[in-house]
């Protein structure tokens, strides 16, 4: 049993969308670092690395590149791995559930990727939660929906090729 | 599977210490309210209520209250779940996964509770896990291993009376 958080619309982001690829493709492409740097940032930025130890507790690691090749690297902590249907990890703690060290200007936020089986596709549901509506007004400035959105079609493009 | 977090002794405080009940019992006391509020505060302190969810993204929730009567609420989020070995709770996240919102002065910690059964009694070890040493510092100075050395004897007496 997992206490899944309950979307509050005026924290949380939340891009749902229906694609044409089988849910087993879609969670391999959220789950093996190979993949995850064909399509994880929204081009034209790119992710030159991509570490993930896949556990409750374990490391999500990205370093996503800017055009200009500024390199911004991520660390988060995997909460919840359901195979196959469910992957909760988080920018609010590091690896081994160790609390992070805050920065300035920086939010951290909790992903929830929900991966079902529709017809011969899959409904995909990527929500971000967040501590409070200022978090999520600036995650949402950032283009949360639009990114989230290209990437999600990137991943589609990338297992599509596999 | 879960990644423990690896104590960092620059980082993290650890109490542990063997108590002749068993690990049954210590469980128990970890995971029930009605119980936690009888041990949870060392006393002259004392938890006047306590609500537990026990499963990862559930709320730990208590109040301790001073030998003045100030209440002090702390909420915190259930993170690993090991029926009758390993509680892993932290506040550096609410329930339900959402990122806290930080108050100053506070610092996040995660506490692993590991319960392994040591002859008739109970091998227990209690770990704070902080983002960095001023953090666990402050714990430190807060009193950390006598306070939960304390609030274990208190478990002990509890469990005992069952």
Redesign the interface.
Known sequence: ??????VNPD?DLVLERTVDVAPELVWRAWTTPELVVRWFAPKPWSTSSCEI?L?????FHTVMRSPEGTEYPSTGC???VEEGRTL?F?????????????TDGD????A?IRIERSGNGTKYTATA????AS?KQSHEKMGFVEGWGTALDQLVETVRGL
């Open positions: 049993m997992t206490a899944y958080p309950s924290l130890d556990q409750p507790g374990g490391r995997i909460l919840v909760v988080t920018s609010g703690l590091g690896p081994g559930f160790r609390p992070q060290v805050g939010f951290p936020f909790t929830v939660i967040h501590a409070d978090a």
